[in-house]
């Protein structure tokens, strides 16, 4: 059982908006903690898409942003492409448990 | 250019110790802040961190795991090894080394490729 909650699958049409959504305790994904965000494409190594809460790396498609409430991050993609299609993994960092991972959610295009 | 690339059996039987190398290039593990780490993800599931190694030698584990890792580096080398003790097939897994620049934050910003080990008799 993963530390942090996401939805097993989202989907949407090409050009929708989805939003995937991260939700742990006060002690993992809240205040003072950052929330990361990784890309997985099938055989793939995952990529950082966004860190510390809401920045995009470089290079990173300015479609992908996100947000975080209290205790709970989200990963918003607009403008959904067959690109999006991936495994999107929510992450965040406690100095007692070390990282710690969402289920992961499968973004499918339709 | 950062790069990692780990290396390692890809089959070992239970019972046995894993040993996993990371060997990186276009960063130097002394520079104060940086860190390397172990992720790992079983087949069709959800990735999980193992172990850190930071630039002044700090260890530390996953709580869940602790007992059977171990992690060290070479730094004239610039490799990152991680033994991990009495496999088991749940310990099949995907493997991967990570750079994390801590100096700028908690988050994973390179990945190696990953290497697939599998525990079986």
């Known amino acids: 059982q993963s530390a942090l909650t996401q939805p097993a699958s989202v989907s949407g049409s090409p050009g929708q908006s989805i939003t995937i959504s991260c939700t742990g305790t006060?002690?993992?994904?809240?205040?003072?903690?950052?929330v990361s965000w990784y890309q997985q494409h099938p055989g793939k190594a995952p990529k950082l898409v966004i860190f510390?809460?809401?920045n995009r790396p470089s290079g990173v498609s300015n479609r992908l942003s996100a947000s975080k409430s209290g205790n709970t991050a989200s990963l918003t993609i607009s403008g959904l492409q067959g690109e999006d299609e991936a495994d999107y993994y929510c992450?965040?960092?406690?100095?007692?448990?070390?990282?710690?991972f969402g289920g992961g959610t499968k973004v499918t295009v339709l | 250019q950062v790069t990692l690339r780990e290396s390692g059996p890809a089959l070992v039987k239970p019972t046995q110790t894993l040993t996993l190398t990371c060997t990186f290039s276009?960063?130097?593990?002394?520079?104060?802040?940086?860190?390397l780490t172990w992720i790992r993800q079983p087949p069709g599931k959800a990735l999980e961190w193992l172990a850190r190694?930071?630039?002044?030698?700090?260890?530390y584990y996953s709580k869940s795991l602790e007992t059977r890792l171990t992690i060290s580096k070479d730094t004239s080398r610039n490799q990152v090894v991680l033994t991990m003790t009495n496999m088991d097939p749940v310990d099949t897994a995907t493997y991967y080394c990570?750079?994390?620049?801590?100096?700028?934050?908690?988050?994973?910003?390179?990945w190696g490729q990953g290497t697939t080990v599998i525990v079986s008799s």
């Open positions: 990570v750079r994390v620049p801590l100096q700028e934050g908690y988050y994973m910003d390179v």
């Open positions: 276009g960063f130097s593990l002394d520079t104060s802040g940086m860190c």
């Open positions: 510390d809460d809401s």
């Open positions: 992450s965040s960092y406690g100095r007692r448990s070390g990282w710690v």
């Open positions: 190694i930071d630039w002044a030698d700090d260890k």
């Open positions: 006060s002690i993992d994904v809240g205040i003072y903690k950052y």
